[in-house]
């Protein structure tokens, strides 16, 4: 469904393959949000930039990959609990966003979709778990060797199983896969 705006925003982008893959299918495509895009999401300005962006130019689809160092099970063992709830605590301000934008979307009755690692501990975060539990959501495992995610050499496929969390369950029905 076209809502009239932009098909699709990258949040947390990354190096934005995404929006370069929208973008290469010939999608509207609004400039990647990420802090490598000069974008850093901590700031109140830079999320109110966000969320303007969201009302004014309606995306369809956004899609968000915040950082999963301080959320990962590698976390757990490379800091003590104390460090690590202090690391969380500065990463939070990233889950309000997520929230915010999920609330934002779902009102408009567009779409979202959340990754991060299969075993991430955000996922059990109090802001965050509610809408992994809600019936209305599409939370699922893939795998990114399904997509082609190989090796930095190139020679082997790599697994890296995410979760997905989506407010359509069409993003499910398309990109559930298990290698």
């Not at 939070?92 to 979202?112: C, P, S, T």
């Not at 778990?129 to 190989?150: I, K, N, Y």
């Not at 190139?154 to 990109?175: C, D, F, H």
Request: with cysteine; glycine share 6%.
């Amino acid at each position: 469904e076209d809502g009239g705006g932009a098909a699709f925003l990258e949040v947390f982008a990354g190096s934005a393959k995404l929006s370069g893959a929208f973008a290469a299918a010939r999608r509207g495509v609004l400039r990647p949000m990420d802090l490598l895009f000069g974008d850093d999401l901590r700031q109140e300005s830079v999320q109110h930039e966000l969320y303007e962006t969201i009302d004014n130019e309606k995306p369809d689809l956004v899609w968000m990959a915040p950082p999963c160092t301080d959320w990962c099970g590698f976390s757990r063992l490379n800091f003590s609990k104390q460090e690590l709830r202090r690391r969380r605590q500065k990463q939070k301000v990233f889950l309000r966003v997520m929230n915010e934008v999920l609330i934002k979307q779902l009102a408009a009755g567009r779409d979202v979709v959340i990754e991060n690692p299969l075993t991430s501990d955000l996922w059990r975060d109090p802001l965050i778990a509610p809408w992994c539990e809600d019936v209305h959501m599409s939370f699922f495992r893939t795998d990114l060797c399904q997509f082609g995610m190989r090796s930095k050499d190139g020679e082997q496929m790599i697994r890296k199983p995410i979760k997905l969390l989506a407010t359509n369950s069409v993003y499910e029905e398309v990109l559930k896969r298990r290698c």
